[in-house]
Nanobody, 125 residues
Framework: VQLQASGGGSVQPGGSLRLSCAASGNIVSIDDMGWYRQAPGKQRELVAAITSGGSTSYADSVKGRFTISRDNPKNTVHLQMNGLKPEDTAVYYC????????????????????WGQGTLVTVSS
């Protein structure tokens, strides 16, 4: 299983970016998906998460500015980031709890967490 993140870049404060992450490989289904970020000198933190049913949760610092969504048939998760601030500067990582095949096997009943490679978001004037 691999997660491939894309969409990072440099923007000015107040700008927008859309991150995407596609999962591929031996995937039967995916439970929770999420986006984390790690700024220089800081610990990795959860930014937003979404369940397979579409329920979402956000860090207080991004509520009202970021929107997480997913496309289950395509095994993808997106993060729309609006109103970006300098403090949003970080490497963003996607995460997915994957149920692998064969269907109803041990691997299916033990979801495993996978991480994308990280994509850099820089917010600066």
């Amino acid at each position: 299983v691999q997660l491939q993140a894309s969409g990072g870049g440099s923007v000015q404060p107040g700008g927008s970016l859309r991150l995407s992450c596609a999962a591929s490989g031996n995937i039967v289904s995916i439970d929770d998906m999420g986006w984390y970020r790690q700024a220089p000198g800081k610990q990795r933190e959860l930014v937003a998460a979404i369940t397979s049913g579409g329920s979402t949760s956000y860090a207080d610092s991004v509520k009202g500015r970021f929107t997480i969504s997913r496309d289950n048939p395509k095994n993808t998760v997106h993060l729309q980031m609006n109103g970006l601030k300098p403090e949003d500067t970080a490497v963003y990582y996607c995460n997915a709890d994957v149920r692998r095949g064969p269907y109803l096997s041990g691997a299916y009943y033990r979801p495993q967490a996978y991480w994308g490679q990280g994509t850099l978001v820089t917010v600066s004037s």
